[in-house]
């Protein structure tokens, strides 16, 4: 059986590089792809939820097929929601692999339907992640590196306010 969407949930707290390399290619491979943000994450955000979607909606308004969303609650049921039976992550490095282990695990055990793909960073974009783009962008040094323009503006302004 076929499935043409997929989902690609996260916090992105803010959305990097890394993140864009891993939809553009998956958009590429699926007719639809849905974007989740996870409202109920155990991460605390330093962007609101409404500000991270306009921050992914302006990284990702040149992929016709790829659609934001955000959802509280688990994300096997916004799967069912959507008709979608495919969860898509990145993976960087061996220190990811237990985390998404025990999630993909989870998720399997929560509804046996759903599959989770991964898919390896781009060299490029190993050592990117939120959490680190946040902590260059406090000490003021440049962003555009691993964040696209509006992002690193967004950044800029919450951390030198
Ligand atoms: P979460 O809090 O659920 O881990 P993130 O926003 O940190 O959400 O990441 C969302 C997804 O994007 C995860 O699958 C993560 O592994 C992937 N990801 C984040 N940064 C990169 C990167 N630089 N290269 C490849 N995948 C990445």
Same mark, same amino acid.
């Given at each position: 059986?076929? !499935?043409? /969407? @997929?989902?690609?949930? #996260? $916090?992105? +707290?803010?959305?990097t590089? #890394?993140?864009?390399? &891993?939809? %553009?290619?998956?958009? +590429?491979?699926?007719? %639809?792809?849905?974007?989740?943000?996870?409202? !109920?994450? $155990?991460?605390?955000?330093?962007?609101?939820?409404?500000?991270?979607?306009?921050? &992914?909606k302006?990284?990702?308004?040149?992929?016709?097929?790829?659609?934001?969303?955000?959802? $509280?609650?688990?994300?096997?049921?916004?799967?069912? %929601? &959507? #008709? @979608?039976?495919? &969860?898509?992550?990145?993976?960087?490095?061996?220190?990811?692999?237990? =985390?998404?282990?025990?999630?993909?695990?989870? !998720? /399997?055990?929560?509804?046996?339907?759903?599959?989770?793909?991964?898919?390896?960073?781009?060299?490029?974009?190993?050592?990117?992640?939120?959490?680190v783009?946040? %902590?260059?962008?406090? =000490? /003021?040094?440049?962003? $555009?590196?691993?964040?696209?323009?509006?992002?690193?503006?967004?950044? !800029?302004? /919450?951390?030198?306010?």
């Amino acid at each position: 059986m076929t !499935n043409t /969407k @997929a989902v690609i949930p #996260g $916090s992105f +707290d803010p959305i990097t590089y #890394g993140h864009i390399d &891993i939809i %553009e290619r998956s958009a +590429d491979r699926f007719e %639809e792809i849905h974007i989740c943000v996870l409202k !109920n994450s $155990s991460k605390s955000g330093t962007f609101t939820v409404d500000e991270r979607i306009e921050l &992914i909606k302006e990284s990702v308004k040149h992929l016709t097929n790829v659609v934001v969303h955000q959802f $509280s609650g688990l994300l096997v049921d916004f799967c069912d %929601e &959507i #008709g @979608a039976k495919t &969860i898509i992550r990145g993976l960087r490095a061996v220190s990811d692999f237990e =985390y998404e282990l025990r999630l993909t695990s989870m !998720n /399997k055990k929560l509804n046996s339907d759903v599959e989770t793909f991964y898919m390896m960073t781009s060299t490029n974009y190993s050592f990117i992640s939120s959490s680190v783009v946040k %902590e260059v962008a406090a =000490y /003021k040094a440049n962003v $555009s590196d691993f964040v696209p323009e509006h992002v690193a503006k967004a950044l !800029n302004k /919450k951390f030198n306010k």
